[in-house]
């Protein structure tokens, strides 16, 4: 049954709240601020209800479906987390509140900088930053004071890879530098040849993403690090792709300098739509004094039955603030369950399992599509979404005809080296017969791309809203569930 909208069912006089008595003295509003022409239905806390809840059943999510959307690791966010997160303590804490009436905070929050100290290999961790990119940004701008303290002033360049998210050479140009692109070899991994050619007194670092964004493991990483080190340039790794690495391998002690995390990907915490992201940075002994604070330290010891006291510092040569306030906290609450509920062998289990389920589908799909870099992948892997032959199809048609399987699309056309990329990653939250139906999809979706294109072309066919003018939609936003006269059949309605 398709239900009204909301304005068709408004009826005059019908409320859906019911306040108390006033008990404070009433008083005049500023006039000038009140608007007389907003026409907002008036309906019951019912159909209030029904309205929302039908809106939400109108969108794919994490929670109705497979999303295996590379590289954004749409993992299942546990209810655990949840709980932790809505616990009264937590969520009701005023973020002014003083140090002493936080310890509990503090010191949750000082046991994830120690846990995501632990999983990285290096010496210290400030949860500040707000996002994966937010990471990066204060990791270059570490690099940077860390080159102007010791009035090396004449890096003004840093290496990044050709299969770089674009977040990693926007970082770069954010920061001040310049961003040099260095091209792939033929497996994928970065060309040596061309990063040493590029390694010279001008380099103030490198950013790399291990697993690359093709999934793959950098072949010759450990080079690749001594090469920038040589020239002395420091290592940025970008760790968005962590579930493939989390307790097995520590780029700290692969010789990385610095390094960010998302807990809205590796550590579960919800992202779109669901929430805040958080991306702490991870640094070794020579960038340590450079971190974003404030980060939580101990100020006293514990002591028999006392706990330790613990309170916020500003590093010595901090690089400074990033955000208000300390970071998004219910994030790191969500975090620290995943990491408790998990423990050390649980999370590499999830790394194991977001490996395996990753190769599954490697391996089960190199029939039926053309996967370019065909070897061991980590956490996910690249195909390409096009046909010898049908010329029409592309990775798109791919995607959205998914939809009408109730699948999520991978994410598409990145990374950019690979025509057509369609950039799949199952995580490890999925079970046989969810990874099999998927290969069942693509499978026929291969065949009809032959037998009936247009099929492809067209999709998707049972989606709530059919294919859209996706730089209209972005342009001429449509926020309002009312359908706009002028374009109430254009394809930007949504
Ligand atoms: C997601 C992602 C980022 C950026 O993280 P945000 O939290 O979205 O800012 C950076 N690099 C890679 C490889 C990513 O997948």
Redesign the pocket.
Known sequence: MTEPLIYDISSPGRTGVNLPDCDVPQSELPQHLLRQDVDLPEVSELQVVRHFTRLSQLNHGIDTGFYPL????MKYNPRLNEDAARLPGFAHLHPATDEEGSQGALALMYQLQEWLREISGFAAVSLVPA??????FAGILMIRKYHQERGDTKRTKILVPNS?????PATVSMAGYQAVELPSDANGDVDLEALRAACDDTIAGMMI?VPS?LGLFEAHILEVIQAVHDCGGLMYM?G??MNAMMGVVKPGELGFDVM?Y?L??TFSTP?GGGGP???PVAVNDKLKPYLPGPVVRIVEEEQGDVPPLYGFMMPEKSIGRLKAFHGNFGMHVRAFAYIAANGVEGLKDVTRMAVLNANYLRVKLSDAYHIPYNRACGHEFVLEGRFEGVEEVHALDISKRLMDYGIHPPTNYFPLIVHEALMIEPTETEDLATLNQFVDAMKKIAVEAKSEPEKLRTAPHTTPVKRLDEVRAAKELVLCCRPIPSQADSAAGG
């Open positions: 590379g590289s954004c690791t996002a994966g990119a937010q990471g990066e770089a998210h674009g977040t990693n993403t964004t970008d968005a792709n960010h998302n809205h990907k992202h992201g958080s991306g």
